[in-house]
């Protein structure tokens, strides 16, 4: 299942990105590619992982307190008792455990609720290799001097990375991004997305300046547009 395209970007915030790009390019060699999706990962192990531990916890409180759990059936089927065989009672107890493990994984196809409860590190680390695969494709090794440099924003997960290609990697320590990172971040959570893009890739383009000054010649070897997936 591919993921989902996101709506907050208007035509706007567009152009205000590809004029961003191209003014940071023209005191660098460096190449800006900026990229933004609604999701990185559906973290469909999440919620599986989720729903099976709920379906254990249910098991073991079944099998813990079986008189009370039968009780509740004798109740539903009308209060007439029936001793139940051992066969009987095991196929009451996985139905009992699938329902509680299909229950719960469609309350988690919320996707909400599902980042809720995704480990902080797990996000993390989707949006880290989600950014590296992408830069991988569209941006390493395509410029002549190896000065690509990809800026990624993941919407829901509200994670963002910027990967660089190595010759930018070489010179430039990833913390000096900080400032970048920053004023991406404060204009998202301010409801200013395009902004945001916009005033990282100011930032980017002064740190590429410093590092990959323009030359005599400075060719447009990567696209200014802001990539929506």
């Known amino acids: 299942m591919g993921l989902r395209k996101i709506s907050q970007f208007t035509e706007a915030d567009h152009a205000i990105v590809v004029a961003a ?112 695969s992408l830069f991988k494709v569209g941006t390493e090794s395509k410029t002549v001097g190896r000065t690509g440099v990809l800026l990624y924003l993941s919407m829901k997960e509200h994670r963002a990375e910027i990967v660089a290609d190595a010759a930018i990697a070489s010179k430039v320590a990833p913390e000096i991004w900080g400032d970048a990172m920053v004023a991406l971040l404060d204009q998202v959570k301010a409801g200013n997305p395009g902004a945001g893009v916009a005033a990282a890739v100011t930032q980017m383009g002064i740190v590429l300046a410093e590092h990959f000054p323009r030359g005599s010649e400075n060719p447009n070897e990567l696209p200014d547009r802001l990539i929506q997936l």
């Open 21 to 132: 790009v191209a003014d940071a390019e023209r005191l660098t060699t460096g190449e800006i590619v900026t990229i933004v999706t609604d999701l990185s990962d559906h973290y469909d192990d999440i919620a599986m992982a989720w729903a099976s531990a709920i379906a254990f916890i249910a098991l073991v409180s079944y099998a813990t307190f079986p008189e009370f759990y039968m009780g509740l059936i004798d109740a539903f089927s009308g209060g007439w008792r029936h001793e139940y065989t051992t066969a009987e009672y095991a196929a009451f107890l996985l139905a009992a455990v699938a329902l509680k493990w299909i229950g719960t994984w469609f309350i988690l196809k919320w996707m909400p609720l599902r980042l809720a409860l995704t480990p902080k590190a797990k996000k993390l680390a989707r949006v880290r290799s989600r950014a590296i």
